[in-house]
């Protein structure tokens, strides 16, 4: 389920936008201040939905913020002033979308759903490290050469992925590639990696001591 942070202080509003977004099967997270949801960039939303007039910290410093943290997740600007002036701003900010209050919460979701569609489709291709990982040819490239992945190996990188930037236990491993009822040993998880770290040595995969592994994107 995608994540979604939104940061409004206009309570009425707020309940109707969460409601259409949760409705449109969105995960919703709602901020009323702008610097609390400043100290929640890091948890790396797939898109955020910013009003410009905020308190604690306006819409302007926020999405400076968020841009110089995690550029490539979209940000979608809210305004009730000047929406011209506000829209031209924000775009240079780097806003990908724009909406002048007041507006249907339905375009809103439908202008959502663009801008996940398309991000998604950017994410076919990413980078893991120095190499390029092709979801949809389940290979790596290494400069020209491409490198075939085993079906484990494959859904054990989607995971740790999903995961990035977190440790993730042998057991957690385990449970989403071998499936709950796998009762083998857990040095699969340490054997497939390890034959994955052979054909991609530069992968930037590190080794939780005792409990598991830590993709670092």
């Known amino acids: 389920m995608k994540r979604i942070f939104l940061v409004e202080d206009e309570i009425s509003l707020c309940n109707l936008l ?3 977004l949760r409705d449109a099967g969105y995960d919703v997270r709602v901020f009323s201040d702008g610097l609390e949801a ?32 995690t550029p490539n997740v979209p ?18 900010m780097g806003s990908d979308d724009y909406l002048p209050k007041p507006f249907l ?14 991000q998604t489709k950017q994410e076919e291709v990413m980078k893991l490290g120095k190499y390029d990982f092709n979801r949809q040819k389940r290979s790596i490239i290494d400069e020209n050469e491409e490198i075939a992945l085993t079906v484990k190996e494959y859904d054990i990188l989607e995971f740790l992925i999903a995961n990035k930037e977190n440790a993730v236990s042998r057991t957690a491993i385990i449970d989403a590639v071998w499936g709950t009822d796998y009762f083998g ?5 340490d054997d497939t990696l390890r034959r994955l770290r052979k054909k991609v040595p530069d992968l930037p995969l590190e080794s939780a001591y005792g409990y598991g592994y830590i993709l670092k994107i």
């Open 18 to 20: 969460i409601s259409y």
């Open 38 to 69: 400043k100290n929640s960039i890091n948890e790396k939303p797939d898109l955020w939905i910013l009003d410009i007039m905020l308190p604690g910290m306006d819409g302007y410093s926020l999405i400076r913020e968020i841009k110089n943290y």
């Open 75 to 92: 940000v979608i600007f809210m305004s009730a002033r000047s929406a011209e002036l506000d829209r031209v701003i924000g775009l240079e």
């Open 105 to 118: 919460p339905r375009e809103l979701v439908l202008r959502v759903n663009r801008l996940l569609k398309e």
């Open 185 to 189: 040993s857990e040095r699969v998880v």
